[in-house]
Every structure is written in C-alpha cells, then in structure tokens.
C-alpha cells in the first residue's frame, strides 16, 4: 500500500482567529475567577466543614487555582492547558458534590463553571496557537 502525503491543514485567518482568541479568553479569565469566587462563597458561607477550619480547607481548594492565576493573568497558552487539566479536579467534586441532596445547587454550578473554564480554555489554546502560527508567517 502506498503512503500517502498528508497536506497540512490550512489555518484560519487572523480576521477569523484574532476575535475568537479574545472572547476564549475572556471566558476562560470569567470562569476562572467565578470559580474562585463559587469556591469561596461557599466555604465562607454554606459548606458544612464539620469543625474544620475554613482557612485550611480554603487553601486546600484555591492552591492549585492561585499558582496559575499569574499565567491565566498574562494570557499565556501553556497556562490555560494546565488549568484545563486541573480543572478536572473540581469538575469531579462537584460532580460528586451534586448528588448529594445538601449540595446539589452548588454541585452543578460548580460543575458548569469548570466545564466552561475546561471548554473555552481547550479552544483558546487552539485558536491562540493557530494565530501564532499566522502571525509567524506559516500559510498552512
């Protein structure tokens, strides 16, 4: 069977890209920082820590959010890959967070803050790339 050479795919115009890398952002920025205040929020005020102190269970929460707050911050792409992938981390808890009955409100709005913070975070990845790439000359 003969091989068959793969033409690269032909990347979207700046005129397509540069607005679509500006509202992923903006989304990602939206949903980060809503996360953040849904975490907080509810520690502070609703969550039934059992005598835990809301400090340790807060900074527990918000780590693995603050250390990509500087790169989520400065628009960079590697930035929002990671944060797609730690995201999943609260896409699960409030998963499991809305089955039950005490917690469901905030189980689902947790779990559509996170599905969005993961969905316009993958495409500004995408697009921010692309556009990279048109702006370095690449025809593609």
Known sequence: MASVARQPKVLPPLAWLAPR?????ALSLACFFG????LVVNNLWFANLHGARVEVILAIELIPLLLLLPGMLMGSARAHAWTCFVVNIYFIKGV????DPARAVFGWV???VSLGLFVSGLLFVRWKFQYERRMAGEAG
């Open 21 to 25: 890398v500006r509202l992923t952002r």
């Open 110 to 112: 947790e779990v559509l």
């Open 35 to 38: 996360l953040i205040a849904l």
């Open 96 to 99: 499991l967070a809305a089955f």
